[in-house]
């Protein structure tokens, strides 16, 4: 039948269920939003995107035309009354061959087709509705009359006994087709309140899988930096390593040549040595005094060590004992090893000459700056500074050097639990009022503790974090042209809080707010970059 061919029409060919905010492809299939969306973030991986129907490839991921047509004929064919055809009840009066019913009488009890209907009653007891095989269902079950009134107070259908002389006498009733007209504008307004619920949560899981999305590029991303770094390091070392063993291997050798020689003279001298023993073990052994006497070299013989040094030209004095071996070249070398790792580090962080410091200036006369600028404390004697419009009214105090580029961070210490805020701020922040407070305007971006919970606050909107509180120091790191600014807790291990993603204009400066504590700046401000 045709309206049933036309429902199956309306099925989508991936949940095959009705369409769900329908989109279409540019190959002009149709889908739910949601379950084309899935489908693609599988095909992410592969880097090859087709539709699920015709097959067709895209060089890149297909954007989702919603398809309006669509959506309307679907909606209005969802809330149009199924046809004679689709009903499946026969006229009750054709018994030859059956005959779809065009109506029902409640009074008759019977199913009509167009022929009797024609011929049917007219009169005001035969009331006809659309077809039904519950006929029963539509008259009283006490009165056995049909029900033609809907009783707002109990919210049930009745008849005209019940609400003349039944359980709802003097009740408030209205004609049943009416109160249906009522209920069905009310239920229309219900299901648009609804579909737009829907439409704001399909778009709220959209921004989140982009979200997702953005999350695992991210982390891919440092992923491959961090192995590219650590890749680095090994080769560095391993260069090293192969450098100092190649010093090594060659003072060894030079070493083993210079005493190898050296032994090899001293082995010449050894067997001149015993060779004049020899000798004179043999004039020694003689009886005869004049042949003794007339040896020539026995002034040589009797003296060994004089000249001896001029026999192997100084070498045979004794070698020091060990550290042969030139350590300080081989340490010098060895020494580089700081350099890689100084190398590695500056990659990561690289020095900036500028330290943060606090502005007395804009400090609040409740706040007491140390000298070298680095830690604000609340204080109950008031500071005799003089009013400004740069000042705070309040316990706030921000930064000297506002950041308009780059990569940026820098920590706190916090001297104890208490109630405080840090953040960064533009210039133009007030410095009068509520909406003078870091977070609470749309000029600055904060981290607070209230009763021992941390929230973030940007424009008075607050988040407040899931977890405890673990210790007293934070980090603040900024990217300005990536537009995000990130809060971390130093505890062991370090605790990602919350990051704020905006589009910054203007100069941001560090900012404070301590209302019952003390918050030191931990060194200065020191540049990052995420590669070497």
Known sequence: MASADLREELDCSICLSTYTDPVMLRCGHNFCRVCIDRVLDTQDESGVYFCPDCRIEFPERPALMRNLALRNIMENFLFTPPTQMETGICCTYCVDSPVPAVRSCLHCEASLCDKHLRAHSKSAEHVLSDPSTSLEKR????????????????????????????EHRGHRVEILDEAYKKNKNKMRNVLQKLITKREETEERVRSLEKQWRKAQEQAAGEAERVTALCTDIRRRVDDLEKKVLSEISRQ???????LSALIYQLEIKKDELSRKMRHIEELCNMTDPLTVLQEPDTGDLCDPEEGGDEDTGGHDKQ????????????????????????????????????????DVTTAGNNLLISDDLKTATRTREKQKRPETAERFQDYQVMSRRGFTSGRHYWEVDISKAGRWGVGMCYSGI????????????????????????YLVIHDSKQIRLPG?????????????????????????????????????????????????????????????????
């Not at 537009?483 to 704020?500: A, K």
């Open 139 to 166: 008259k009283c079950s006490v009165h056995k009359k049909i029900l033609e009134y809907y009783c707002t107070e109990d919210a049930a259908c009745i008849c005209v006994s019940c609400s003349l002389a039944g």
């Open 252 to 258: 060894e050798k030079e070493e083993s040549l210079s």
């Open 319 to 358: 070698p020091h004992d060990g550290g042969d071996l030139d350590v300080a070249v081989i340490s010098h070398t060895l020494h580089t090893l700081c350099d890689v790792v100084t190398g590695i580090r500056s990659g990561i962080y690289v020095g900036d000459p500028a330290d943060i410091l606090l």
């Open 430 to 453: 007030d410095r009068r009022g509520h909406q003078s407070y870091i977070g609470y305007n749309n000029k600055s971006w904060s981290l607070w503790r209230y009763n021992n919970q």
């Open 468 to 532: 405890n509180i673990f210790c007293n120091k934070f980090k603040i790191c900024l990217d300005y042209e990536a537009g995000q600014l990130s809060f971390y807790e130093l505890c062991d291990p370090t605790r990602h809080l919350h990051t704020f993603t905006i589009t910054f204009s203007q100069p941001l400066h560090a900012a404070l707010c301590v209302c019952d504590c003390s918050i030191k700046i931990l060194g200065g401000s020191r540049k990052w970059k995420k590669s070497l």
